[in-house]
């Protein structure tokens, strides 16, 4: 039974900052994409008169078609805005140390921008609505409701280490 008092939903705009990494799980018969995003957020000094821009960075992955979805349209550099649900999880590192990440499992992708910088995708094809998960893997969520992250090397951070050289903007 799901508790009426709770939900968790994230809804993020911001600009890719790692092409998406699309993998297949056999196993499950689904594909997987995992990629960054950052968001920025600014605030003004009126002391000053500087305004400060804050990046925060965020680990996201998304599974089935919406995972496609990602390999093909998304972009270094490219808004979007991305509507999904916090996921945590625990792995072991390469000297056994314990660690927690925390991910966004991505179900509504919208491509942001201009019609001119985002009308065709990289493979020329026309790209004018949004995607979302139609729910068509809804028999593998509903058999296990919680199923795991995907699987990365446990021995890097998330989306590894990020530099300013790295901001797409």
Known sequence: MRD?????KVILVGR???RPEL????QADRSVARFTMATNERSFNPQTNQVTIKTEWHSLYAWGKLAEFCD????????????????????QDRDGNKRKTTEIEAFNIILLGSRDSQGQGPRGDNMD?????????????????????????????????????????
């Open 72 to 91: 093909r349209f998304l972009e270094v550099g490219k808004q979007i805005l991305v509507e999904g649900k916090l996921r945590t999880r625990s792995w």
């Open 4 to 8: 009426q008092n709770s939900l968790n």
């Open 129 to 169: 609505a949004p995607f979302r998960d139609s729910g068509q893997d809804a028999p593998y969520r509903e058999s296990a409701p919680d199923a795991p992250a995907p699987e990365f090397p446990a021995d890097e951070e998330p989306g590894g280490p990020i530099g300013e050289d790295d901001v797409p903007f």
């Open 23 to 26: 993998r297949h799980l056999p």
């Open 16 to 18: 890719i900052g790692q």
